[in-house]
């Protein structure tokens, strides 16, 4: 499986011959910058055009499928399961959809556009669901989505092997968040390339990826 960050909470995950594309942003976009390229799914948190631009990821031969909301789906042997949760980003009050996706025997989790100030707690669907988290990657630097001390308390709870910031070009949220985690030192990386055998004796080992140019 290879995993690069695309900006904003755009992330692309290729393993085989399948690509996924989470929270593409759209042309129309004022904040970010699209990536194109063609995928064969795209799951979508929030409607908004710095999330939503599936027509970016249909590309060539590749149509992708679109996920833009709570439920389980299976495509092409990729297990997808959406959970109903709030959103700010923007100032607005909004749905968001939590994804978790299953393949290559790894648990992927998406927070989409998350917020979830302190003292607050997931909705119980999705707490009940994020117990065996393997790569968890969550929304920082945004307005409306979690403040890093938010975001890094709500992941070590939730105990994946990995965790992916997705800080949205915010240096100073990724600076914050980094301190939080006493990993300071962090170095982004362009890519993260990995198989289920390297995640083993990992306990939220916090990984920075370079958004892709």
């Not at 149509?63 to 042997?77: L, M, S």
């Not at 914050?176 to 990992?202: C, H, I, N, R, V």
Request: glycine share 8%; hydrophobic share 40%.
């Amino acid at each position: 499986m290879v995993i690069t960050y695309q900006g904003g909470a755009f992330v692309k995950v290729q393993f085989g011959d399948i690509t996924i594309a989470v929270n593409p942003i759209s042309k129309d976009s004022k904040k970010l910058k699209p990536s194109r390229f063609g995928a064969d799914i795209a799951l979508v948190s929030i409607n908004d055009r710095d999330f939503n631009g599936v027509d970016q990821v249909s590309f060539g031969e590749k149509k992708a499928f679109a996920v833009t909301g709570p439920g389980e789906y299976e495509i092409k042997d990729v297990f997808i399961k959406g959970f109903k949760s709030d959103s700010k980003y923007g100032g607005e009050e909004r749905i968001n959809t939590i994804y978790t996706v299953h393949l290559e025997n790894m648990n992927l989790c998406f927070l989409g556009a998350l917020e979830l100030s302190e003292g607050k707690n997931l909705p119980d669907e999705a707490s009940e669901a994020l117990d065996d988290v393997d790569i968890l990657f969550v929304p920082i630097g945004a307005d409306g989505v979690m403040a890093p001390s938010d975001a890094y308390k709500l992941a070590v709870k939730i105990e994946p092997k990995l965790i992916v910031p997705l800080y949205f070009g915010n240096a100073a949220a990724l600076k914050a968040f980094l301190k939080e985690a006493g990993e300071e030192s962090q170095k982004p990386q362009d890519k993260l390339t990995l198989k289920k055998k390297d995640l083993e004796g990992k306990e939220a080992d916090v990984v920075v990826l370079e958004p892709a140019a």
